[in-house]
């Protein structure tokens, strides 16, 4: 009778565990195993090595070829990432560019629309437009060109009749028109020092920050129908208070984190309820990215943001671990670009699965 009874115990223990509610947060041992998308890197090698990580870590990868002069050219990357979106169509999207050369020429928009075509043809997911638009780039004039010019209307028209989003780089950090010691990050002094044209501070004849930032506000106003995905936390990174206004303004945009995750843990040091609560309310508005770059090994390449290392494949797994512990779990972790220590968010399962997964599938309409 006794054992009976210690089976019938045993039994009903064990129907207890497995009734059990599974924990309100991930761990770091949970990293692996849980569908994640990265929305924003840069595969611009004919290598396996970024698909490879990518997969023992869990993640989907979508690669953004960009009009960029220390990137491969146009041509190259739009060819590394037809081939791999067609070796693993499931795990490797990409979105596709047009060259700002000869804008305002006549027969501009034609090859503008020819080059997204052929991305889209190739199974492109959406169009990304870079910070050369209001920074760098000119017209057949030479007069400088910012995105609420209306000559970019009919582009942009053909993109949203296609039913894909936008993805725009637009300004830079709010450090890169402060001096090198007022800036609150060391990735954003090293990136700035290496770039010295994009750093405005040194340009006080270009546009200012809070102008770009307006040009791009009319912009998505002016197109409320078009899917908007303001990378780089639409560049209102140093402030989470400034980046529930834009959302709040602009309800078909979202923006994705990528190399911005220290500018919001220099917040969430400061006050970590007000940045935990942003991401719980604005959960379905933020997407996971890195900007992690695979490009060919080049001597005398400047330093990125984040920074290349030489060995891609521990970069990539170091700094998606990093981030996760940041995120998923309430852990701290020493933060070099900071200089402090920095405790994580521990943000519910729930939030984790969307900004880490379902909002990226969703909003680029990802198949499967």
């Known amino acids: 009778m006794r054992k009976i009874h210690a089976l019938v115990a045993a039994t009903a223990t064990l129907a207890l565990i497995g009734a059990a509610p599974a924990p309100a947060t991930y761990s770091e041992a949970d990293f692996a195993k849980v569908a994640k998308l990265d929305a924003h890197v840069h595969a611009n090698r004919d290598s396996t090595e970024f698909p490879e990580i990518a997969r023992k870590d869990g993640f989907e990868l979508l690669s953004i070829n960009v009009d960029y002069p220390d990137f491969p050219p146009l041509a190259r990357q739009a060819a590394i990432a037809y081939k791999m979106h067609a070796a693993d169509p499931?795990?490797?999207?990409?979105?596709?560019?047009?060259?700002?050369?000869?804008?305002?020429?006549k027969g501009w928009t034609a090859q503008a629309q020819r080059a997204v075509d052929a991305g889209f043809a190739h199974g492109a997911v959406a169009v990304k437009v870079w910070k050369n638009i209001g920074m760098i780039a000119k017209d057949s004039a030479?007069?400088?060109?910012?995105?609420?010019?209306?000559?970019?209307?009919?582009?942009?028209a053909h993109i949203r009749a296609r039913g894909v989003p936008l993805i725009a780089?637009?300004?830079?950090?709010?450090?890169?028109?402060?001096?090198?010691?007022?800036?609150?990050?060391?990735?954003?002094?090293?990136?700035?020092?290496?770039?010295?044209?994009?750093?405005?501070?040194k340009h006080p004849e270009e546009p200012s920050y809070e102008r770009l930032m307006a040009i791009r506000d009319r912009f998505v106003a002016r197109h409320p129908d078009l899917a908007f995905d303001g990378a780089h936390m639409a560049s209102l990174e140093w402030s989470v208070d400034e980046l529930a206004r834009f959302l709040d303004r602009y309800p078909n945009a979202v923006v994705d984190l990528a190399a911005r995750m220290t500018q919001v843990q220099v917040q969430s040091n400061a006050n970590m309820a007000k940045v935990r609560g942003f991401f719980l309310k604005y959960q379905d508005r933020l997407m996971y990215g890195t900007d992690l770059t695979d490009s060919?090994?080049?001597?005398?390449?400047?330093?990125?943001?984040?920074?290349?290392?030489?060995?891609?494949?521990k970069e990539a797994d170091d700094a998606w671990r990093s981030d996760w512990r940041y995120l998923a779990t309430p852990l701290s972790q020493p933060v070099a670009a900071i200089k402090a220590d920095t405790p994580g968010l521990a943000l519910p399962r729930a939030v984790i699965d969307k900004i880490y997964y379902t909002n990226a599938r969703r909003f680029f309409h990802l198949k499967g």
């Open 296 to 313: 060919p090994p080049d001597p005398n390449a400047r330093a990125q943001n984040p920074p290349a290392t030489g060995n891609f494949k």
């Open 142 to 156: 030479g007069k400088r060109v910012f995105l609420d010019d209306p000559r970019f209307d009919p582009i942009i």
């Open 169 to 201: 780089h637009q300004g830079e950090p709010k450090n890169c028109w402060l001096p090198l010691d007022q800036m609150t990050t060391e990735n954003d002094r090293s990136y700035f020092s290496e770039h010295p044209e994009y750093y405005m501070f």
């Open 90 to 105: 499931e795990h490797f999207h990409f979105a596709t560019t047009f060259s700002m050369q000869s804008f305002g020429a």
